[in-house]
């Protein structure tokens, strides 16, 4: 791995390394950016070179933005009446979205982590809407929103990546009729099972599990979701790019509203291929399955390690990992960094002694298992 190489490099001298023979093939473990595919990137350059820096009116891009839209719809067996939206911004752009073409007057969110938090501060700012009713969490817990009469959509999300908890996607009981359900799938798509019609907009960013890199974000909406976006847009004022129906007819053309990051759609129809060839969404979960059963279990039996989340909120796709007050984890983290093993700070904004480990499906489990070796030596070298 060059960037191993270069890293330890840069050592300074009174820097412990973690030995060679220990270290992962791989040293990327971040929640988001994430890993990307060695071969994902040798694609891009590859047969990818094509098409980057050519129009995205033509045909080559339109047909990516088709294989990227058909791969999502075959990866979660998507309902014929459902359909697959994309657009710029991220996954935080689509709170914005959200908040003019899908909120019609009231939203509920639980908050139990940075990420399910910002959107509902999001729907409190917007001076079209009503005071939303937000159920919070402690960190490491998880939740959804309970019905509440006028609240027009509820919103959660599946896996909240600052905490590694997750909250079940199920439709909310006792909702108005019509009330539409927006989960926040950001770092859960790819790579942990779906009923996705229990939602009307599941929307995510492809720089997670999908490993890909950021700048766009995606949706499967409901038939209820469209009529609602078709709706909003003839009874209020709405900014086109946050304007979900120009959104949807761009994508139903396989294009977008302005010039799409033509890179990630490239890498993000890789990681679709790639998936489709090993198995689909099964194989997706069943690698990070696997990598969330090597570290939690090594973790549960480690005296010095203990996973932050209960084991009912537990994510597999995002660990995180408090460590005992007599070592300190950025000076774990730090000589991780420094050995080429990166991104396994906590959260900055949780301000907890810990470690946060992705688990993402690009991820390789022996990888994950290497970690805990590394983090094993670093452990004795602080305490010795
Ligand atoms: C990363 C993340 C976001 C923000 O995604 P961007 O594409 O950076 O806007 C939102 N929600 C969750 C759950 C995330 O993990």
């Known amino acids: ?46 047969p990818g070179a094509a098409v980057m820096g050519t129009s995205h009116r033509q045909a080559p891009v339109r047909q990516l933005v088709g294989r990227v839209r058909r791969g999502l719809a075959e990866l979660y067996a998507l309902p014929e009446d459902h359909e697959v939206v994309l ?29 399910s938090a910002k959107f509902a501060r999001a729907a409190a700012r917007a001076p079209h809407l009503d005071e939303p009713v937000v159920t919070e969490v402690a960190p490491g817990s998880a939740a959804v929103p309970g019905a509440v009469p006028g609240v027009d959509a509820y919103a959660w999300a599946h896996n909240e990546t600052s905490t590694g908890a997750c909250a079940p996607v199920q439709r909310v009981e006792g909702a108005d009729e019509g009330a539409l359900v927006l989960v926040d799938g950001t770092s859960a798509a790819g790579g942990m099972p779906l009923d996705v019609t229990q939602t009307d907009a599941y929307y995510f960013a492809p720089q997670k599990s999908l490993g890909s890199d950021g700048g766009l974000w995606l949706a499967f909406l409901s038939p209820a979701a469209v009529e609602r ?38 890498l993000l129809a890789d990681q679709l291929d790639w998936l489709a060839g090993h198995g689909g969404l099964d194989f997706a979960v069943g690698r990070s399955r696997e990598s969330a059963s090597i570290i939690y279990s090594w973790a549960d039996a480690h005296p010095l390690v203990t996973p932050m989340v209960a084991e009912e909120f537990r994510s597999p796709v ?16 730090a000589v991780l960094r420094a ?19 992705a688990l993402f499906p690009t991820i390789d489990p022996e990888d994950v298992r290497a970690l805990t070796r590394c983090v094993d030596w670093v452990l004795e070298q602080l305490a010795g």
């Open 339 to 357: 050995s080429g093993v990166l991104d396994t700070e906590p959260y900055r904004k949780l301000g907890r002694n810990q470690l946060r480990v």
């Open 229 to 266: 976006a078709e709706r909003l847009t003839t009874t209020r004022w709405i900014p086109e790019s946050l304007d979900l129906s120009v959104a949807i007819a761009n994508s139903r053309a396989d294009q977008t509203l302005n010039t799409p990051a033509i890179a990630t759609l490239w």
């Open 318 to 333: 995002v660990a995180t990992l408090d460590l005992d007050a007599s070592v300190d984890a950025t000076q774990v983290a």
């Open 87 to 115: 657009a710029n911004g991220g996954s935080t752009q689509f709170w914005d979205v959200a908040t003019f073409s899908l909120v019609q007057r009231r939203s509920a969110h639980a908050a139990f982590g940075e990420f």
């Open 1 to 46: 791995m060059p960037h191993r190489a270069a890293s330890a490099r840069m050592l300074r001298v009174s820097t412990p390394a973690v030995p060679a023979h220990l270290l992962p093939a791989d040293g990327r473990f971040g929640s988001g950016p994430a890993k990307v595919r060695p071969e994902a990137l040798a694609s891009l350059a590859g």
